[in-house]
């Protein structure tokens, strides 16, 4: 009898051993990953559920582009929307995409890659080295420079647009890749960013010793700075090649050439080919390019998430 | 770095001047250039001629502009708190640690933000199509006769759109403000007593304003200025539903594109420009100030 007893006992302690363990396990990893609450770490069927309705309806959109890419023309407009044609032509689809009008899609995907390369990578430069500035140098003009930016973000995209287009268009420089690259550098949000983000990460006294080390700003800012950057800097790319690449507005006014379009606007043009005069419907292409288009942003996104989302909560707005 | 009351401190020029030339010549020549061409106007016969405020006059009388302006102020007064509320209750749900699985539906509610605007108008608009769309689908089904693309529900059929595309981004920039919150302050609040709901009502939804005033800036910007959703959706809605007045953007569009009107369309632009400001600035700018110290 005792001996069960003291049995019972010991498993009574060894599982509140093993439970407080688990806990500390849970809240090292909950502190580690940086975003929870390990107050009260229990989970919840019912939030699960309930959050699980929203997620449903962010991702079924993906799941009709991937059902759908995998129809023929004719499976597309007579078959349920959500589920699979009679035919899986995936393949086919594919092969048309970048064989159709002479491998026009192709073009398109290298002409998205260049403006993101140079347009987003430019942005993101100037935003770095913009919000460096704005962080750690009290300049003349700072003050000014922070209110126009922040004012620009709200001056209407059009507003901007159609006066960009007649000045670009005297320069000579609509419908060369410039009209896509050039405003594409600015991105007053990047700026904003790397502003916020460098105020928190870089110390104003390890520039300091490096300036009493008597090294320039340049090279300080190279070598001390950008390094703890890094997560910013992740960031802030990543929301000026979502910009870029996803830039519809820009290419639609400055590109008359379908060579130089970008994949939105090709796009765009396969959808409208059915309703033109003559036009052939090509759905099928339509859904299969958008899902063309899409793979490499979420790839990007799923890869880079560990970076993006620590460089964001480091630059969180605080009060 | 502080430097004393009289002595300019220059080395940021050095870091802000390329941002500060591109920014010249792509925000403020193109602004002060449409500001100039607004006083103009271009005529069959004359040419190009001065003709002071008379842009404005015809702007004010204009019943097309006006009513894309109500339409564009429906869609935010509807769409941004919807959004923001949903963007804000993800951003505690996920933070509160109690979801199964919450990378998973981090990353998934963040996603949509990656997609186009002309792919996610596309898909929407496939869904929505009564004809062939999953709408079709369900009315061959049931025997129904729905249509989201009639004229009277189409801009909720938009909104729908814009808060699929928009929900979780402004969501990670609420969630990334909660986890500056330290976690000794959650720890000392539940030694003392206090409850999960304490916890978000004095501790975290506070924590949350600063980003609100982010997300309520950008988001009515971005409503002020809706055009791709619907010039994409245009051809794809039965009839003319979508009009070339639908919005304030795709009214100046069509006016400097195919009405070759750009003066017309510089002067619609800059009074946009003005509301927007105005609107933006008189909800939010006071928290931007605190930061500027």
Same mark, same amino acid.
């Given at each position: 009898m005792?001996?069960?007893?003291?049995?019972?006992?010991?498993?009574?302690?060894?599982?509140?051993?093993?439970?407080?363990?688990?806990?500390?396990?849970?809240?090292?990893?909950?502190?580690?990953?940086?975003?929870?609450?390990?107050?009260?770490?229990?989970?919840s069927?019912?939030?699960?559920?309930?959050?699980?309705?929203?997620?449903?309806?962010?991702?079924?959109?993906?799941?009709?582009?991937?059902?759908?890419?995998?129809?023929?023309?004719g499976?597309?407009?007579?078959?349920?929307?959500?589920?699979?044609?009679?035919?899986?032509?995936?393949?086919?689809?594919?092969?048309?995409?970048?064989?159709?009008?002479?491998?026009?899609?192709?073009?398109?995907?290298?002409?998205?890659?260049?403006?993101?390369?140079?347009?987003?990578?430019?942005?993101?430069?100037?935003?770095?080295?913009?919000?460096?500035?704005?962080?750690?140098?009290?300049?003349?003009?700072?003050?000014?420079v922070?209110?126009?930016?922040?004012?620009?973000?709200s001056?209407?995209?059009?507003?901007?647009?159609?006066?960009?287009?007649?000045?670009?268009?005297?320069?000579?420089?609509?419908?060369?890749?410039?009209?896509?690259?050039?405003?594409?550098?600015?991105?007053?949000?990047?700026l904003?960013?790397?502003?916020?983000?460098?105020?928190?990460?870089?110390?104003?006294?390890?520039?300091?010793?490096?300036?009493?080390?008597?090294?320039?700003e340049?090279?300080?800012?190279?070598?001390?700075?950008?390094?703890?950057?890094?997560?910013?800097?992740?960031?802030?790319?990543?929301?000026?090649?979502?910009?870029?690449?996803?830039?519809?507005?820009?290419?639609?006014?400055?590109?008359?050439?379908?060579?130089?379009?970008?994949?939105?606007?090709?796009?765009?043009?396969?959808?409208?080919q059915?309703?033109?005069?003559?036009?052939?419907?090509?759905?099928?292409?339509?859904?299969?390019?958008?899902?063309?288009?899409?793979?490499?942003?979420?790839?990007?996104?799923?890869?880079?998430?560990?970076?993006?989302?620590?460089?964001?909560?480091?630059?969180?707005?605080?009060? | 770095?502080?430097?004393?009351?009289?002595?300019?401190?220059?080395?940021?020029?050095?870091?802000?001047?390329?941002?500060?030339?591109?920014?010249?010549?792509?925000?403020?020549?193109?602004?002060?250039?449409?500001?100039?061409?607004?006083?103009?106007?271009?005529?069959?016969?004359?040419?190009?001629?001065?003709?002071?405020?008379?842009?404005? $006059? =015809?702007? @004010?009388?204009?019943?097309?502009?006006?009513? &894309?302006?109500?339409?564009?102020?429906? !869609?935010? %007064?509807?769409?941004?708190?919807?959004?923001?509320f949903?963007?804000?209750?993800?951003?505690?749900?996920?933070?509160?640690?109690k979801?199964?699985?919450?990378?998973?539906?981090?990353?998934?509610?963040?996603?949509?933000?990656?997609?186009?605007?002309?792919?996610?108008?596309?898909?929407?608009?496939?869904?929505?199509?009564?004809?062939?769309?999953?709408?079709?689908?369900?009315?061959?089904?049931?025997?129904?006769?729905?249509?989201?693309?009639?004229?009277?529900?189409?801009?909720?059929?938009?909104?729908?759109?814009?808060?699929?595309?928009?929900?979780?981004?402004?969501?990670?920039?609420?969630?990334?403000?909660l986890?500056?919150?330290?976690?000794?302050l959650?720890?000392?609040?539940?030694?003392?007593?206090?409850?999960?709901?304490?916890? $978000? =009502?004095? @501790?975290?939804?506070?924590?949350?304003?600063? &980003?609100?005033?982010?997300?309520?800036? !950008?988001? %009515?910007?971005?409503?002020?200025?809706?055009?791709?959703?619907?010039?994409?959706?245009?051809?794809?809605?039965?009839?003319?539903?979508?009009?070339?007045?639908?919005?304030?953007?795709?009214?100046?569009?069509?006016?400097?594109?195919?009405?070759?009107q750009?003066?017309?369309?510089?002067?619609?632009?800059?009074?946009?420009?003005?509301?927007?400001m105005?609107?933006?600035?008189?909800?939010?700018?006071?928290?931007?100030?605190?930061?500027?110290?």
């Amino acid at each position: 009898m005792r001996g069960v007893e003291r049995q019972s006992r010991i498993n009574e302690k060894n599982r509140a051993r093993r439970t407080s363990q688990d806990e500390r396990a849970e809240r090292r990893r909950a502190s580690k990953s940086g975003f929870s609450n390990p107050a009260n770490p229990r989970r919840s069927m019912l939030l699960t559920l309930i959050c699980g309705l929203f997620v449903i309806y962010c991702l079924f959109p993906f799941l009709y582009l991937l059902v759908n890419s995998t129809k023929t023309q004719g499976d597309f407009t007579s078959t349920f929307g959500l589920g699979f044609g009679h035919e899986f032509a995936l393949w086919d689809n594919l092969k048309t995409v970048f064989t159709y009008q002479d491998g026009i899609f192709g073009r398109w995907l290298i002409n998205t890659l260049l403006y993101v390369v140079v347009g987003a990578g430019g942005a993101t430069l100037l935003a770095i080295m913009g919000g460096y500035a704005l962080a750690k140098f009290r300049f003349p003009g700072r003050k000014a420079v922070f209110v126009v930016v922040i004012g620009a973000i709200s001056v209407p995209g059009i507003a901007l647009a159609v006066p960009q287009f007649l000045l670009f268009a005297k320069l000579g420089l609509t419908n060369t890749p410039w009209a896509m690259i050039i405003p594409s550098l600015i991105s007053p949000f990047g700026l904003y960013l790397m502003w916020i983000f460098s105020d928190q990460a870089v110390p104003t006294e390890l520039l300091e010793a490096a300036r009493v080390d008597g090294a320039g700003e340049f090279r300080t800012f190279w070598q001390v700075s950008l390094p703890l950057l890094a997560p910013g800097i992740v960031t802030t790319s990543l929301f000026t090649i979502v910009a870029t690449w996803n830039n519809y507005f820009l290419p639609l006014i400055m590109l008359k050439d379908s060579s130089w379009y970008p994949l939105t606007i090709g796009l765009n043009q396969w959808k409208d080919q059915a309703s033109t005069a003559g036009g052939q419907a090509i759905q099928n292409l339509v859904v299969t390019g958008s899902l063309v288009t899409i793979i490499p942003l979420v790839i990007a996104f799923l890869l880079l998430q560990r970076y993006w989302q620590s460089g964001l909560a480091a630059g969180a707005v605080k009060e | 770095m502080k430097m004393g009351g009289s002595s300019w401190d220059w080395r940021g020029w050095k870091f802000m001047l390329p941002f500060a030339l591109v920014f010249v010549f792509v925000f403020i020549v193109p602004i002060i250039y449409a500001i100039w061409i607004s006083f103009y106007q271009t005529r069959m016969i004359g040419g190009t001629v001065f003709v002071g405020l008379a842009n404005y $006059v =015809r702007l @004010i009388q204009d019943a097309q502009f006006w009513s &894309s302006v109500r339409r564009v102020a429906l !869609f935010t %007064i509807v769409q941004v708190p919807i959004m923001l509320f949903l963007s804000a209750a993800m951003a505690l749900a996920l933070d509160s640690m109690k979801l199964h699985g919450s990378r998973f539906f981090r990353i998934s509610t963040f996603l949509p933000y990656a997609v186009p605007a002309v792919v996610s108008t596309l898909i929407w608009g496939f869904v929505y199509g009564a004809k062939y769309g999953l709408v079709g689908s369900i009315n061959d089904f049931f025997g129904t006769s729905l249509d989201v693309l009639a004229p009277s529900v189409l801009l909720a059929a938009i909104g729908n759109i814009v808060t699929w595309e928009f929900t979780g981004y402004n969501m990670l920039i609420f969630y990334s403000s909660l986890s500056t919150i330290p976690h000794s302050l959650y720890e000392a609040a539940s030694i003392d007593g206090a409850s999960e709901w304490q916890i $978000v =009502r004095r @501790i975290k939804l506070p924590e949350l304003r600063g &980003s609100l005033a982010i997300t309520v800036i !950008f988001s %009515i910007i971005g409503s002020f200025q809706l055009f791709n959703e619907p010039s994409i959706l245009q051809n794809m809605v039965p009839g003319n539903a979508v009009t070339t007045y639908y919005t304030p953007n795709m009214y100046a569009y069509n006016l400097s594109f195919s009405g070759n009107q750009s003066n017309y369309a510089a002067a619609l632009a800059i009074v946009m420009a003005i509301i927007t400001m105005g609107i933006a600035y008189a909800v939010q700018l006071r928290s931007m100030r605190e930061q500027m110290k």
